[in-house]
């Protein structure tokens, strides 16, 4: 398609000068970001931020104000059944077919994939495979209304991605999780992108999840991108530096250094004072000193405004 | 289960109390009269089946679902449409297996199985199109239970419990308005002697009217329910389900 030539074909989001108004309020304001194939992208910010707009607009379930939209190639006010065939949906708010079992919902869904298949991408993914890579094979022949919710959310996940897509949408997947399912499935969400090369957009509130999962993170606050990079350079760019810490003496010192500085630092301490500089630590600006510090930056312009 | 038994069981009860009754002025047993009437209701009340499932799936997210999977929403409605003429017709199946021997002068051998037919077929549709059509314009399940009320006052005033000659004109005219009236009269139609037909409006079973006003609501409903039903799943989004959601919450709490 033409877009792919424009954007080339790694590009599988594609989102520029994007605008969202509702009546006289606008809610997103010229939103430009893309995502390449087989990246992980989150999307964080406050509540009201216009993620969940930019979501919905990019899964075409909502029609936007102004700018230009490429999904796969395609934009998605105008997309088809065969362009929703490579989008996955995992939504929060689904309680649907309790009555259910696990393992007959999976078949069941898989089956509208099937004429989708294609060379390279066979559809829809087998059932009892995909029980297993989301953990609920022990709950398979289970009623889905019975399921905790960790396992209810990861039902939910595999039923986004029982069409093997090539983007998927996650949104706040890990709410309510506890870690050692937390743990689970952040490993599911790395072997989606290394394995089948899924593009994943993904919006939480876990800073720490978006550091270990996303290769980059958009930052969103107001309806205005505020920052695009990955965890380091965000975190670096705007908290700045790092902190060395350590005890001499039976004294703790700490010590703020610019990033490129700090090796040199502590080399420079070793060398004057050797073994005795004990408890040494250094910490480097974390993303949630970042986003703090960003969200607190766009209040105090939009205050002063 | 258990709760899907329990109207055609009521019913049943209730054609049961009336089965030595007789119709004011004729040697009718009025059981014999209500319970074919009954059978059209019920065919009706698919209005209500559709109407409840669709607003219940809008608020527990299967809509969403289905609209997030490639031709989701054709399956979810053909599937909603042949799981809920199933319903009516086991209701239908119930009725008539429990009712026809309580009242003695009534025959399953005298049914007129082509005439049941189309009435069957007309009323489906007509009466799931229009749910259809109800269905996408009414947004919480509760206000799928406030229908209920004008839909039972219709059926009071369609001559399913008693023949709606006996109700003042204006009233009449009203009643055959609305699609109830007309599947009661053509089941009674299918199920009883030509001779019952003596205490209808003219004295006659009316088929060629019964054709033309089931098939004008199943018209009116084939061409608008799509429109609808398509405006009501483009605007579904999690948003909205999440919305829903916390609305019911705050209403239970």
């Known amino acids: ?71 796969l190639g395609t934009d998605p006010a105008r997309s088809d059944e065969r362009w929703r065939a490579r989008v996955g949906i995992v939504l929060q708010s689904w309680r649907d077919h309790g009555k259910w079992r696990v393992r007959e919902l999976l078949a069941h869904f898989g089956g509208y994939f099937t004429r989708y298949s294609t060379a390279t991408i066979r559809r829809p993914m087998d059932p009892d495979q995909l029980v297993a890579a989301v953990g609920l094979t022990g709950q398979a022949d289970q009623q889905i209304r019975t399921l905790s919710g960790g396992q209810r959310r990861r039902l939910d996940v595999a039923v986004g991605i029982v069409g093997r897509p090539e983007l998927l949408f996650l949104d706040e997947p890990t709410v309510g999780f506890d870690p050692a399912a937390r743990y689970e499935f952040h490993d599911l969400v790395r072997r989606l992108a290394t394995d089948y090369q899924t593009t994943i957009l993904l919006t939480t509130h876990d800073l720490e999840e978006a550091d270990r999962l996303a290769h980059r993170i958009v930052i969103l606050n107001g309806g205005r991108i505020v920052a695009d990079g990955t965890a380091g350079e965000l975190a670096h760019r705007i908290a700045g530096r790092d902190e060395v810490r350590w005890t ?11 990033q490129s500085q700090s090796t040199g630092f502590v080399f420079e301490l070793f060398r004057k004072h050797g073994h005795a500089i004990t408890d040494l630590e250094v910490r480097r600006p974390s993303l949630e000193d970042a986003y703090l510090a960003l969200v607190r930056q766009t209040e105090l312009t939009r205050a002063t405004q | 289960m258990i709760a899907n038994l329990f109207w055609p069981t009521t019913t049943l009860v209730a054609i049961f109390f009336l089965r030595h009754r007789q119709i004011d002025g004729t040697q009718l047993p009025l059981g014999a009269l209500v319970l074919p009437g009954v059978l059209g209701m019920f065919v009706a009340l698919g209005i209500l089946l559709i109407v409840q499932q669709l607003t219940a799936d809008r608020e527990d997210g299967t809509l969403l679902r289905a609209k997030a ?32 021997p309580i009242i003695s002068s009534f025959h399953l051998g005298d049914i007129s199985w082509p005439t049941l037919t189309w009435v069957l077929l007309l009323g489906l549709v007509a009466t799931q199109s229009v749910g259809a059509m109800l269905g996408s314009l009414i947004t919480s399940s509760r206000g799928a239970g406030i229908l209920s009320v004008p839909i039972l006052a219709l ?13 003042p004109t204006w009233l009449q005219w009203l009643g055959q308005t609305f699609p109830i009236y007309w599947l009661g009269l053509g089941m009674r139609s299918a199920l009883l002697p030509d001779a019952v037909s003596a205490v209808e409006i003219d004295g006659s079973w009316r088929h060629l009217e019964t054709v033309a006003m089931l098939g004008a609501w199943a018209t009116i409903g084939l061409i608008v329910a799509p429109l609808l039903l398509r405006r009501m799943s483009r605007r579904e989004s999690g948003s909205r389900v999440a919305e829903r959601r916390d609305r019911t919450l705050q209403r239970v709490g």
């Open chain 1, 1 to 71: 398609m033409n877009s792919e030539l424009v954007t080339g074909g790694d590009v599988v989001l594609d989102v520029d000068g994007l605008r969202m108004r509702y009546g006289t309020r606008d809610v997103l304001h010229d939103v430009t970001f893309q995502a390449r194939r087989g990246e992980v992208l989150a999307l964080l910010g406050p509540n009201g931020a216009g993620k969940t707009t930019t979501i919905e607009i990019l899964e075409g379930f909502r029609s936007r104000s102004a700018g230009r939209v490429s999904v």
């Open chain 1, 248 to 258: 001499f003496d039976g004294q703790r010192f700490t010590q703020s250094t610019e």
């Open chain 2, 69 to 100: 999977i490639p031709d989701g929403i054709r399956g979810y409605l053909i599937g909603k449409l042949v799981t809920v003429s199933a319903t009516v017709l086991a209701y239908l199946a119930i009725l008539l297996a429990g009712g026809a």
């Open chain 2, 155 to 167: 059926i009071a005033i369609s001559g399913i419990f008693y023949p709606i000659t006996a109700l």
